[in-house]
């Protein structure tokens, strides 16, 4: 292996390495077979992703003399709910499991998240490992502990905090994506420059065209940026008591289109991040937070890359305002009644608020959906 960076997420005990570069997956047995404490390990893949690096991966165990099964679930954002959750366990049970099995989560966010929720229950707590495929779970999901699935009633409302024993990031996985997970997994990554790292942004400006293009290095380069920005917030915060709160730029809009549209395939949550954040510098603007000019860059940029960049570029969809402040109404980030905002003064420089006259919102949701 070449070309390999590893950045550490400091949570004193807990504490876990997040290894990229290319080849990780071929090559995985070497950086994990001393987290693996007891056999079979348990590898949780979907149908998609298995076609991919399901082979290398196994290979790659049994190399290292390392026996594993595996559970392949349907690909997409409707495994991750009660049904596919009650499935998984139950497929996991099946293996019978002991305390020291590891779980292993190859493939993109759904699975990163549904595995994490999985080991975070079973026997009372499992040990698992991230190998994330897609860019969005790369530079976001798989980092930080989160897990959880959706409900009825919103995204990722039942779930936990459980810290993965270690983060695989192979790049070289990304060259097998679809343009729109890539340009998805982008949304992610422009987030971490528009919260706290204008320079960043700038070098997405100049450089987010190839990076998705396929400039191998560059991506590496995002990754990594990305997730040292995303450990450094963890480590200072981990159950989002404080800032980490600051990572849901675009989400409390994001979240509110993607329950509209039944957390499906019409949506992507990366794109719904990206007209989220939007809506973000746009309701700054509009309240004297943060200059229109900064709210238009941000605009052009995503749009140029070849993201949604409001509700109407989504076709087939009839939005409704009142349908969305309800939405976001059940968000888990609402405090005290009151939801909670990621705002800005502008690129670089956002900050978490409550204190927002709804009406503004309104008003902000009735242009976007008329646009």
């Known amino acids: 292996m070449s070309r390999i960076e590893t950045l550490s997420v400091a949570l004193g005990e807990r504490s876990y390495d997040i290894v990229v570069g290319p080849d990780l997956i071929s090559n995985a047995a070497q950086l ?33 003399g390392i026996t594993s099964t595996v559970i392949t679930l349907p690909a997409g954002e409707i495994t991750k709910g009660y049904d596919g959750f009650q499935g998984l366990l139950t497929a996991i049970l099946d293996t019978g499991p002991e305390r020291r099995s590891t779980l292993i989560a190859l493939g993109g966010g759904v699975i990163g998240d549904i595995t994490g929720f999985a080991a975070s229950v079973v026997l009372r707590g499992l040990d698992f490992i991230q190998i994330p495929t897609t860019l969005l779970a790369q530079v976001d999901s798989s980092v930080g502990g989160k897990t959880g699935i959706n409900t009825q009633h919103g995204k990722n409302l039942v779930g936990s905090f459980y810290q993965p024993r270690m983060v695989l990031a192979d790049t070289g996985a990304l060259n097998t994506l679809p343009r729109r997970e890539l340009l998805a997994g982008y949304a992610e990554v422009a987030k971490y420059g528009l919260l706290g790292d204008k320079v960043f942004f700038e070098w997405l400006e100049k450089n987010g065209k190839a990076l998705i293009d396929g400039n191998d290095t560059l991506r590496q380069q995002a990754v990594i940026k990305s997730c040292s920005a995303k450990a450094e917030i963890v480590g200072r915060d981990e159950k989002e008591a404080g800032d980490r709160a600051l990572l849901n730029l675009g989400h409390t809009f994001g979240h509110a289109l993607e329950a509209e549209t039944g957390f ?108």
């Open 32 to 64: 994990i077979a001393p987290l693996i404490d007891h056999e079979p390990a348990i590898i949780i893949t979907d149908d998609n992703v298995a076609g991919y690096h399901l082979g290398s991966l196994n290979d790659s165990l049994k190399s290292a």
């Open 264 to 371: 499906g395939e019409k949506l992507l949550h990366g794109e719904a991040v990206a007209i989220g954040m939007i809506m973000a510098f746009d309701l700054s603007a509009q309240i004297g937070l943060c200059p229109i000019e900064d709210a238009t860059r941000v605009r052009t940029h995503l749009k140029a890359i070849g993201l949604p960049v409001q509700p109407t570029d989504i076709s087939g969809q009839r939005w409704d305002s009142a349908a969305l402040l309800g939405h976001m109404g059940q968000d888990k980030k609402v405090r005290e009644g009151k939801i909670t905002f990621i705002l800005t003064r502008g690129i670089g420089d956002a900050f978490i608020t409550s204190d927002i006259d709804m009406s503004d919102v309104e008003a902000l949701l009735d242009r976007a959906i008329a646009a």
